[in-house]
Antibody, heavy 126, light 108 residues
Framework: QITLKESGPALVKPTQTLTLTCTFSGFSFSSPGVGVGWIRQPPGKALEWLGI???????RYRPSLQNRVTITKDTSKNQVVLTMTNMDPVDTGTYYCAHRPPYYFDSSGYPFWDYWGQGTLVTVSS | SYQLTQPPSVSVSPGQTATITCYGDTLPKQYAFWYQQKPGQAPILVIY???QRASGIPERFSGSSSGTTVTLTISGVQAEDEAAYYCQSADSSYTYVIFGAGTKLTVL
């Protein structure tokens, strides 16, 4: 059973750095094709992809956020960490981490997500 | 710019068929995926690679693709299907992942 759970601060001040941790179970990065992505959702708005880290440490980021976002993984702890610098009130929203399945599932490295965390609400306000 | 266009809302009566479309210039060459999201909950994968039903998804959900448009069809809509549905795709190098703005399905 695959599970993911996001953790981190519920409130950050403008210009601060946000660090969110995704702790997962039921899979590992040893399977080719596996990835963990971060997706956020402002209140009442659509989903927005932030980035993804793959089993081989390949990383892709949303181009408009590339200078602010970093995703790393700690395979020994089964964790993926999202760091976003210079937070602004427009970054307020629910942040999700999600699992991209291994190659044997869909025969591609296409970024999509079959399991999601419950999400964590981050509010940016002074 | 790279974007996916969905109708903001679709309404159907129980037992009818709901059709939700997603338009994008790159869809003829790229796969599309569909997610269902109910209020206060995380999204759930419904369809992957245009037409593959995800695990645990009822057979009344199906996906199709034709040119620049992909379609999510829900046959025999049930009240529990009321949710927002998002299409998703990516560019050829998997560098840019995009979601549509979402379609709110209302079951009358």
């Amino acid at each position: 059973q695959i599970t993911l759970k996001e953790s981190g601060p519920a409130l950050v001040k403008p210009t601060q750095t946000l660090t969110l941790t995704c702790t997962f179970s039921g899979f590992s990065f040893s399977s080719p094709g596996v990835g963990v992505g971060w997706i956020r959702q402002p209140p009442g708005k659509a989903l927005e992809w932030l980035g993804i880290i793959y089993w081989n440490d390949d990383r892709r980021y949303r181009p408009s956020l590339q200078n602010r976002v970093t995703i790393t993984k700690d395979t020994s702890k089964n964790q993926v960490v999202l760091t976003m610098t210079n937070m602004d009130p427009v970054d307020t929203g629910t942040y999700y981490c999600a699992h991209r399945p291994p190659y044997y599932f869909d025969s591609s490295g296409y970024p999509f997500w079959d399991y999601w965390g419950q999400g964590t609400l981050v509010t940016v306000s002074s | 710019s790279y974007q996916l266009t969905q109708p903001p809302s679709v309404s159907v009566s129980p037992g009818q068929t709901a059709t939700i479309t997603c338009y994008g210039d790159t869809l003829p060459k790229q796969y599309a995926f569909w997610y269902q999201q109910k209020p206060g909950q995380a999204p759930i994968l419904v369809i992957y690679k245009d037409a593959q039903r995800a695990s645990g998804i009822p057979e009344r959900f199906s996906g199709s693709s034709s040119g620049t448009t992909v379609t999510l069809t829900i046959s025999g809509v049930q009240a529990e299907d009321e949710a927002a549905y998002y299409c998703q795709s990516a560019d050829s190098s998997y560098t840019y992942v995009i979601f549509g703005a979402g379609t709110k399905l209302t079951v009358l």
